[in-house]
């Protein structure tokens, strides 16, 4: 596993890829390279998401899972306990240590 500065850097990226792929997509909605493109940016993301969520927190709502979520327990105020993981934290963009 990546550590978590790693993940986020990884979430970025891939994120901007995605973003921009969809400003193509927006005028260019045929091009089976950039659907191509597209899917397989969006796979990665959303597997990236999910390994951030369980072994940190959620960063969108999507991605919140009791069951799954922070199995390292860090910075959370619940250890051992299914909790609402979207209050774990502190989040990146609140000033997390990254």
């Excluded at 597209?38 to 969520?53: C, E, G, S, V």
């Excluded at 199995?71 to 979207?86: R, S």
């Amino acid at each position: 596993m990546a550590d978590q500065k790693t993940l986020l850097k990884q979430i970025t990226e891939v994120s901007f890829t995605v973003n921009d792929l969809t400003l193509y997509l927006d005028t260019h909605p045929v091009d089976e390279n950039a659907l191509t493109a597209f899917k397989q940016a969006m796979d990665q993301r959303k597997q990236l998401l999910k390994t951030y969520a369980e072994n940190f927190e959620p960063l969108t709502i999507n991605c919140v899972c009791p069951d799954t979520n922070n199995k390292t327990e860090t910075n959370t105020k619940y250890a051992g306990q299914k909790h609402f993981t979207w209050v774990d934290g502190p989040l990146p963009w609140e000033g997390g240590n990254l």
